[in-house]
């Protein structure tokens, strides 16, 4: 059964850069044909599509948030990641990583999710 | 700002059925572009419900089905219980910009 599992920094300044690991077990992040997105839920609103990653490391980007994420894979740790820079309170959220199953279909597997705070 | 219009909130009793409405645009949905459905209970990660407008992944009940038709898409409950209380948010994919993949606004459904 494929698991992801987010990690990294609860808690993050307004003005620095906001990074988070995903791990994935179960599974090789380098199966053909499957992507590798971040989703995130600010508390009590909806989803936002953050941006995706194949494992040759091809990458896409919500436009909205284009300017300062940067997705990267770790295809020997089996692991991907995400960097936004510049956060404000507005960045404050719950992210989560999913597996997709192309660039333009649905999420699968989902990790349980990660709060992060953005405050001084 | 999502591209996707679902209604804040919809509810019936148990055994009813209920829809919810997902309308897009013609670069979304009406460009073709597969609709998906998710169900998110409270504190929890969204679940996959529907894929491919009316694909149901193994474990989801034949209560939940799904269907498109122009620039809009519908999930409907039937039979409605109690633990299907929770947020449900369709997704897909919009080509204007560069492309991009957008979620609904949500609907909380409510069993009364």
């Known amino acids: 059964q494929l698991q992801l599992q987010e990690s990294g920094p609860g808690l993050v300044k307004p003005s620095e850069t906001l990074s988070l690991t995903c791990t994935v077990s179960?599974?090789?992040?380098?199966?053909?044909?499957?992507?590798w997105g971040w989703i995130r839920q600010p508390p009590g609103k909806g989803l936002e599509w953050i941006g995706s990653i194949y494992y040759s490391g091809s990458t896409y980007y919500n436009p909205s948030l284009k300017s300062r994420v940067t997705i990267s894979v770790d295809t020997s740790k089996n692991q991907f990641s995400l960097k936004l820079s510049s956060v404000t309170a507005a960045d404050t959220a719950v992210y989560y990583c999913?597996?997709?199953?192309?660039?333009?279909?649905?999420?699968?597997?989902w990790g349980q999710g990660t709060l992060v705070t953005v405050s001084s | 700002q999502s591209v996707l219009t679902q209604p804040p909130s919809v509810s019936g009793a148990p055994g009813q059925r209920v829809t919810i409405s997902c309308t897009g645009s013609s670069s979304n949905i009406g460009a073709g572009y597969d609709v998906h459905w998710y169900q998110q209970l409270p504190g929890t990660a969204p679940k996959l419900l529907i894929y491919?407008?009316?694909n149901r992944p193994s474990g989801v009940p034949d209560r939940f089905s799904g269907s498109k038709s122009g620039t809009s898409a519908s999930l409907a409950i039937t039979g409605l219980q109690a633990e299907d209380e929770a947020d449900y948010y369709c997704?897909?994919?919009?080509?204007?910009?560069?492309?991009?993949?957008?979620f609904g606004t949500g609907t909380k459904v409510t069993v009364l």
């Open positions: 999913a597996r997709q199953i192309n660039w333009d279909l649905n999420f699968d597997y």
């Open positions: 179960g599974g090789s992040i380098s199966s053909s044909s499957y992507y």
């Open positions: 491919g407008n009316s």
């Open positions: 997704q897909s994919y919009d080509s204007s910009l560069s492309g991009f993949n957008v």
